[in-house]
């Protein structure tokens, strides 16, 4: 997990443990506020790390397949 911050090794590693995660989960996990927990997302996303399934408040993070 080389090239990750703190938040983002975190979270993948609660996705590790736990298949997947939503964005209360991970404003939980690290204490930052929901906007804050969508833009490591995106990053997470775009560095292929994982994947978004759902819409709106059913959307849960899982790993790539």
């Known amino acids: 997990m080389s090239g990750?911050?703190?938040n983002e090794k975190?979270?993948?590693e609660f996705v590790l443990n736990n298949k997947e995660i939503t964005n209360k989960q991970a404003v939980e996990l690290i204490g930052l506020s929901p906007a804050w927990?969508?833009?490591i997302?995106?990053?997470l996303?775009?560095?292929g790390?994982?994947?978004a399934r759902g819409?709106?408040?059913g959307?849960?993070?899982i790993l790539p397949e």
Do not use: A, H
């Open 59 to 61: 959307r849960k993070y």
């Open 49 to 51: 790390m994982i994947e």
């Open 37 to 39: 927990v969508r833009k």
């Open 4 to 6: 990750l911050n703190e």
């Open 45 to 47: 996303q775009d560095k």
């Open 55 to 57: 819409n709106g408040r």
């Open 10 to 12: 975190k979270i993948i």
């Open 41 to 43: 997302f995106i990053d």
